[in-house]
């Protein structure tokens, strides 16, 4: 997906519209790599509005999302976090991984997901009211999270979730060939590879390879690099954490791939 352009999976662009239009709060779950964060940026364009993105971790807390009073210049100041940013500017706010931060921390955003749409900001002593081109979109992959971490049932109930998933065949190789400067047929070999492993996966228990990691192989290629190398290094070698590929994913790699180097589209 190039960064003016999405390739819808289904009909989310339509349900993320919809949603947006009556100010419903919306969970995007899904692989990763599916394209949920383009998704985000596309929407933002379509609607015309700036996107305010949160990665999320252990350690965010509630202040790193609403702000804090800091010392400036010998006076003490409240300084907006990206969350209170999104709010006041009707901005989409975007938290991805949303399951990697803390419950406590996530709290704050009950009042935003229900009728209130409002902000309480107890520090700074002040109510925000969202206007209605805020909205609040979160993220997580429900497939590859840790049995420690899950999202309260509570909390997943606050939004209408829309489930992405990865592109048919064509479709996904036609972004890989778009986005590398590969041929398309050299595109379609990746995919064809990376969809072998993405079923292997279910018995091995390993991430599957996204569309992102095709992208990163085919600019080798485009680069010169023969298919094969760029799909061990891009591809297989990081789906273990010390990067040997064992000798199934070889064999997946060699019934799919050329050995040879592939000329990128825009030298023929």
Same mark, same amino acid.
């Given at each position: 997906?190039? @960064?003016?352009?999405? %390739?819808?999976?289904?009909?989310?662009?339509?349900?993320?519209?919809?949603?947006?239009?009556?100010?419903?709060?919306?969970?995007? @779950?899904?692989?990763?790599?599916?394209?949920?964060?383009?998704?985000?940026?596309?929407?933002?364009? #379509?609607?015309?509005?700036?996107?305010? @993105?949160?990665?999320?971790?252990?350690?965010?807390?509630?202040?790193?999302?609403?702000?804090?009073?800091?010392?400036?210049?010998?006076?003490v100041?409240w300084?907006d976090?990206?969350? $209170?940013?999104?709010?006041? $500017?009707?901005?989409?706010?975007?938290?991805?991984?949303?399951?990697?931060?803390?419950?406590?921390? #996530?709290?704050?955003?009950?009042?935003?997901?229900?009728?209130?749409?409002?902000?309480?900001?107890?520090?700074?002593?002040? $109510? %925000?009211?969202?206007?209605?081109t805020?909205?609040?979109?979160c993220?997580?992959?429900?497939?590859?999270?840790?049995?420690?971490?899950?999202?309260?049932?509570?909390?997943?109930?606050?939004?209408?979730?829309?489930?992405?998933?990865?592109?048919?065949?064509?479709?996904?190789?036609?972004?890989?060939?778009?986005?590398?400067?590969?041929?398309?047929?050299?595109?379609?070999?990746?995919?064809?590879?990376?969809?072998?492993?993405?079923?292997?996966?279910?018995?091995?228990?390993?991430?599957?390879?996204?569309?992102?990691?095709?992208?990163?192989?085919?600019?080798?290629?485009?680069?010169?690099?023969?298919? %094969?190398?760029?799909?061990?290094?891009?591809?297989?070698?990081?789906?273990?954490?010390?990067?040997?590929?064992?000798?199934?994913?070889r064999?997946?790699?060699?019934? @799919? #791939?050329?050995?040879?180097?592939? $000329?990128?589209?825009?030298?023929?």
């Amino acid at each position: 997906m190039s @960064t003016d352009c999405y %390739i819808a999976s289904g009909d989310d662009i339509t349900v993320f519209e919809r949603a947006f239009q009556q100010q419903v709060p919306v969970m995007l @779950t899904g692989p990763t790599g599916c394209g949920k964060t383009r998704l985000v940026e596309h929407m933002g364009r #379509l609607l015309g509005r700036p996107v305010v @993105t949160i990665s999320c971790h252990d350690d965010l807390t509630s202040s790193d999302l609403v702000g804090r009073f800091l010392v400036s210049g010998g006076d003490v100041i409240w300084n907006d976090g990206p969350l $209170t940013r999104a709010v006041r $500017t009707g901005a989409i706010c975007y938290l991805d991984e949303v399951v990697e931060a803390r419950h406590d921390s #996530l709290a704050i955003l009950h009042s935003l997901t229900d009728h209130r749409r409002t902000l309480y900001l107890d520090r700074a002593d002040e $109510t %925000i009211h969202a206007p209605d081109t805020f909205m609040l979109v979160c993220s997580y992959n429900p497939a590859y999270r840790s049995s420690l971490k899950d999202l309260k049932p509570s909390f997943r109930q606050r939004f209408a979730t829309l489930a992405i998933d990865y592109l048919d065949a064509d479709r996904e190789a036609q972004v890989v060939s778009t986005e590398a400067g590969i041929e398309y047929p050299v595109a379609r070999r990746l995919v064809a590879c990376a969809a072998l492993i993405r079923r292997a996966e279910q018995v091995h228990h390993f991430d599957p390879p996204s569309t992102r990691v095709l992208v990163a192989a085919g600019r080798l290629i485009a680069a010169g690099v023969p298919e %094969i190398e760029a799909a061990h290094v891009c591809v297989l070698a990081p789906l273990s954490s010390d990067g040997a590929i064992d000798d199934g994913l070889r064999e997946i790699a060699a019934a @799919t #791939l050329s050995p040879t180097g592939s $000329t990128p589209a825009q030298d023929r």
